[in-house]
Structure formats: structure tokens, C-alpha cells
């Protein structure tokens, strides 16, 4: 496996640790002991599921986009990622993509920009700031993945908060009557008229806080999976292409 880091290593010795010496039996008293020791940890949150994680001896509880294991005793908390080495997965990051699906699912296009090509390949959800430099830099792009097949959706994410000139270019740009001109524009550096109206910038910063996203760009891709960071326009073309050719 490449890049496996040092902490990973250790990651998976204990959990291997654990296999050996966990009872694989499932019981109601265990998730029940598992439910008291969670909501001692996190009285305020509820976790979105809790089920038996591939490991015995350990249960996945998930909150959002957050996954954490927990021994069936209720004494133990892991938060890692766990991987099957034999079939080189990541068990923990699946569950998160499914977790993002779920939050972006409540999302509607309709309070998105969306730049599209005639024939759609792909789609990918882009949290972006208008002020990002590489932000910026992926715009220039645009062109070159719409032709590509390409579709991006972008949702708004000015880092710098509420009342920040950032959001207010955004919220802008929102108004304007032509949105796509509007947010090429703006990237550009240029002025734009400063408006205000019923807008989803604060519920694309409510969704990115979901997703724990902390910078700009970031990149959800169709499978839920994330990016964070600039990623040229070829890099990406080819990344979906080895994934078809792959398929």
C-alpha cells in the first residue's frame, strides 16, 4: 500500500490487537452498553447510525461525516481510518463519501451555479471563494472541463465568514441576473454590483461545516469522495479517465 504513514501502521496494529482478543458475538446488550457510552461522550449529537464494524470487538458509530469505533464494552474510542489490506480499502473513507452524498443530496441545483457541458461525463461539487486565489485559478479552467464533459456545481464558501467582503461578493454574485457571468467576473477581479436578495450562501456554509471543510477549493467527487485543494484541469480529465478505463 503507498504512502502508508507511520501513524496508520501503528493504527492498524491495534486494531489487529483487538480482532485477536475481541468475542465476535453481536448482542443487544452490547449496542445498548455502546448507546450509554456514546451519549455520555456527545450529549448534544446523536449519532446517525451505529452498526458492528468489519473489526469484531468494535462498533462504527457515524455523525455526519464524522466515523468513530467503539469497543463493545463502551471503553474504548478509536477515531482513524480502518483499511482491509487485502482488498486495499479504506472502510472509514467509504462510509464518509456515503455520508457526503447524503448531506450534498439535501442540496438543491437550483441554489447552485452550475457550469455544464452540452454532454455531461461527470459532475463534481466544487466549495468555492470568490476571494481564493486557486479558487481563481480552477476557474480559468472552466473552458477546458466543460469539454472534458466536465459539469461543475459550485456552492458557495467565502472562508473569511458572515459580513465578510468575501461573502458579500458572493451574495452578489447570487443576485446577479446572470449568476455565471457574475462569478466569472467577480473571479477575475473585476466589479461587480453589489446586491442583496433571498440567497443560499449561508446554507452553503451551514453544509460545508457538515462536510468539515476548512479551505477553498474543495471538490466533491460523483462517488462522494473529496479533494481538498487546486487540482489542474488535466489532472482531473485524466483521473476520470483512468477511473473509466478502470470500470
Known sequence: MRNMGFSVLLLLAALFMVHARADSAVT??????????????????????IVASPLPGLYEAVYGTQVIYISQDGRYVLQGDLLDVQQH???????????????LSGLNEKDMIIFSPKQVKHTVTVFTDIDCAYCRKLHKEMAEL???????????????????????????VWCAKDRNAA????KADQAIEQ???????KLHMQVAKQLGIAG????????????????????LIQFFDDDKAKS
Do not use: W
Not at 480499502?89 to 448531506?103: A, G, Q, W
Not at 446586491?195 to 450562501?201: I, L, S
Not at 477553498?216 to 489532472?235: C, F, H, R
Open 183 to 186: 462569478i466569472t467576473a467577480a
Open 216 to 235: 477553498t477549493p474543495t471538490l466533491v467527487l460523483e462517488d462522494g469522495s473529496m479533494i481538498k485543494g487546486y487540482v489542474p484541469a488535466n489532472q
Open 28 to 49: 443487544n446488550a452490547d449496542l445498548g452498553t455502546v448507546n450509554k457510552a456514546l451519549a455520555e461522550l456527545f450529549p448534544e449529537s446523536k449519532p446517525d447510525s
Open 195 to 201: 446586491k442583496t436578495c433571498d440567497n443560499p450562501v
Open 89 to 103: 480499502e479504506n472502510l472509514t473513507e467509504l462510509k464518509r463519501s456515503i455520508s457526503r452524498l447524503k448531506v
Open 146 to 172: 466543460n469539454d472534458h464533459g466536465i459539469r461543475v456545481r459550485y456552492v458557495a464558501y467565502p472562508r473569511a465568514g458572515i459580513d465578510s467582503p468575501s461573502y458579500y461578493k458572493a451574495v452578489s
